[in-house]
C-alpha cells in the first residue's frame, strides 16, 4: 500500500454582513475533502483495524463525511473506536440544538468503525439496524463531543455494537446500539 499524506481538512466559516442590507448576517462554511477512493482502494488489502489506524494516523484520508461535519476519528483498538465531533451552530436544527440525524451520524460512524475494527482482510460490513435515543439537548455551549464505541459481538455474518455520545465532563447526550451485516468483499 502507498502511503498517502492527505492535505489537512480546513474549514472556513465567516460571517457576512452586507453593506446596506438591513437582512441578518449570513454565516458561510467551506469544506474541503480528499478523494474518497484513495481510502476506499487501501481497505480490502488491510485488516479492518490497520485500516481505521491509518485513517486516524493521517496515512489515508478520513471520510467526506466527516470532513463535511467537522468529526475525526481520535482512538482506535481492536473492539473500541472513538470520534470527536466539534459542535457548532452550522449542526442547528431550527429549535436551536444539534440535529438528531448530525447525532446518528456521528454515533453511526463509531459504531460502523467499531465493527470494522473486528474485519479481516476482505471483509466489509454494512448497517441493518440502527437505534438511537436522545438524552439531552446538544448546543454550541459544548464544543466538542465524543461518540465512543465499543463491540458487542463480532460473529461470521453479524456484529452488534454500542455507542455513548458524551461532553468533556461525561454529560450523556445520546447513546445507540447497530446491527451490522458482515460479508466478503469482492471475489
Known amino acids: 500500500m502507498d ?45 479492518g483495524v490497520d485500516f481505521l489506524r491509518s485513517i486516524a494516523n493521517g496515512l489515508l484520508p478520513q471520510a467526506p463525511v466527516a470532513a463535511l461535519l467537522g468529526m475525526r476519528l481520535a482512538e482506535v483498538e481492536s473492539g473500541r473506536v472513538v470520534f470527536e465531533l466539534e459542535v457548532g451552530e452550522h449542526l442547528y436544527n431550527p429549535i436551536g440544538s444539534v440535529h438528531g440525524g448530525i447525532i446518528s451520524t456521528a454515533l453511526d460512524s463509531a459504531m460502523g468503525c467499531v465493527v470494522h475494527s473486528k474485519l479481516g482482510r476482505g ?16 448546543t454550541v455551549a459544548v464544543a466538542v463531543v465524543r461518540a465512543e464505541a465499543e463491540i458487542v459481538t463480532s460473529g461470521r455474518r453479524v456484529a452488534t455494537a454500542v455507542g455513548r455520545l458524551v461532553g ?4 450523556l447526550y445520546a447513546h445507540a446500539s447497530t446491527t451490522c451485516l458482515v460479508f466478503e468483499v469482492g471475489g
Open 3 to 47: 502511503t498517502v499524506q492527505p492535505d489537512s481538512v480546513s474549514f472556513m466559516t465567516e460571517l457576512i454582513e452586507p453593506a446596506n442590507d438591513p437582512s441578518p448576517p449570513v454565516r458561510r462554511r467551506v469544506v474541503e475533502w480528499a478523494d474518497p477512493t484513495i481510502a476506499a482502494t487501501s481497505a480490502a488489502g488491510l485488516t
Open 123 to 138: 471483509q466489509g460490513y454494512t448497517t441493518l439496524e440502527l437505534k438511537v435515543n436522545f438524552d439531552r439537548a446538544l
Open 168 to 171: 468533556p465532563d461525561g454529560t
